[in-house]
C-alpha cells in the first residue's frame, strides 16, 4: 500500500496547506469506517484516493449536522449555513478562508472538497444534487410503508452514495451505473437501518416500515417502550433476507466500472455480506445495540482482493 505522503504525491497534491486539508480528511473518514477505508487505501489507483476522501469527510460532516437534534430544526439551521458555505467555497474554488461562519475543521474539508471538484468536474453537478437532497436526513422519524422507505433511498440515500460512485463511474453508461448504484444503496440503507435499531429507537426514529412490523406483529410503540411482543427475531430474517437479495442484485456494477476500480467495487459489495450476516445472527439482541463488526472476515476479504490486484499488476 502506498504510504499517504506518497499517495498525494500521486494525486500532484504538493500544496502544504492543501496536504494538511486532505489529511485531515482522511483521520475523520479513518474513524467512520476502518474496514472501507483500508479497502480505498489499499484498492484504488492512489491519484483517486484523496478525492474519495474528500467526498466521504463531506459527506460524514453533512450527515452528522443534520442529524445534531430530534426535531430537525437547529439541524436545518445548521445545514442551511453549511450550504451556503460549500456553495461559496465551490464558486471560488479555494474553500472558506475563516471569518464569519469559519471554523477550523468546516475550513480545512471545504478546502480540500473544493480542490477535489475542481480536479474532478464531473462531481460538481453530484455535489449540487446532494445539497439538494439532504434536508430529506434532517428530523425524519420513521415510514409508514415500504413505500416510504423506498421515496427515502430516492431522495437522500442515493444522492449520498454518487458523491463517491461518482468517482467511480465508467466514463460512458452514467444512466445505467447509477441504477445499479440505486440497487446496492438500497440494501446497504435496508443494512443500516437494521444494524441501527437500538440507537434509532433512544432518538425516537425507526428505519424499519411500520407495515414490516405488523407482519410480525410487532409494533412501533412497543419497540419504543421495550416490549417487543411480537418475533423480532423474524423480522431480522426478513430485512436480512431482503437486503441479501439486494446485494446479489448489484454484483453488475462490478463490472459496469473501469477495471482499476473493480476490486474495491466487489470489497465494497463483499464487506456489506459481511455486515448483513453479523447483523442476521444477532437476530433479538439487534435491540439492545448493534452487531460486533466482523473484523476478521473483513480482513480477509481485503487482503484476497489485495492480492487479486498484485497478481494482476504490470511485473507481479
Given amino acids: ?5 506518497h499517495t498525494l504525491d500521486r494525486a500532484g497534491i504538493a500544496d502544504p496547506a492543501l496536504r494538511e486539508a486532505y489529511t485531515a480528511q482522511r483521520r475523520l473518514v479513518t474513524r467512520f469506517d476502518r474496514a472501507t ?23 460524514h460532516h453533512t450527515d452528522n449536522l ?15 449555513a453549511w450550504e451556503r458555505r460549500v456553495r461559496g467555497a465551490l464558486a471560488d474554488g479555494g474553500g472558506d478562508r ?40 434532517a428530523g425524519w422519524r420513521g415510514f409508514a410503508a415500504e413505500a416510504d422507505f423506498q421515496a427515502y433511498v ?13 468517482l467511480l463511474a465508467p466514463a460512458t453508461g452514467y444512466d445505467g451505473y447509477r441504477a ?43 419497540l419504543e417502550h421495550g416490549a417487543p411482543a411480537g418475533d423480532f427475531a423474524g423480522l431480522v430474517r426478513e430485512v436480512a433476507a431482503t437486503a441479501r437479495r439486494g446485494l446479489a442484485d448489484s454484483r453488475p456494477l462490478i463490472e459496469l466500472v473501469p477495471a482499476p476500480h473493480r476490486p474495491m467495487t466487489r470489497a465494497l459489495i463483499d464487506l456489506q455480506g459481511h455486515r448483513l450476516r453479523a447483523a442476521e445472527r444477532a437476530g433479538s439482541a439487534l435491540l439492545q445495540g448493534p452487531a460486533r463488526r466482523p473484523v476478521a472476515a473483513a480482513l480477509g476479504t481485503l487482503a484476497g482482493a489485495y492480492a487479486s490486484t498484485l497478481r494482476r499488476s504490470p511485473g507481479a
Wanted: charge should be negative; hydrophobic fraction near 45%.
Fill in 1 to 5: 500500500m502506498t504510504t499517504w505522503r
Fill in 37 to 59: 477505508f483500508t479497502g480505498v487505501r489499499l484498492l484504488l489507483p492512489a491519484e483517486l484516493v484523496p478525492d474519495v476522501v474528500a467526498a466521504t469527510a463531506f459527506m
Fill in 66 to 80: 443534520l442529524d445534531q437534534d430530534a426535531d430537525g430544526g437547529a439541524a436545518r439551521t445548521a445545514f442551511t
Fill in 98 to 137: 475563516g471569518g464569519a461562519g469559519g471554523d477550523g475543521d468546516g475550513d480545512r474539508l471545504l478546502r480540500a472538497l473544493a480542490h477535489t471538484v475542481a480536479r474532478r468536474p464531473e462531481l460538481g453537478d453530484v455535489v449540487a444534487e446532494y445539497l439538494v437532497a439532504a434536508p430529506a436526513d
Fill in 154 to 166: 430516492d431522495a437522500y440515500s442515493l444522492p449520498a452514495f454518487l458523491l463517491v460512485a461518482r
Fill in 180 to 222: 445499479a448504484c440505486r440497487t446496492f444503496v438500497e440494501a446497504a440503507q435496508r443494512l443500516d437501518f437494521l444494524e441501527d435499531v437500538a440507537e434509532d429507537l433512544r432518538a425516537g426514529r425507526l428505519g424499519i416500515p411500520e407495515d414490516a412490523l405488523a407482519r410480525h406483529g410487532l409494533s412501533r410503540d412497543g
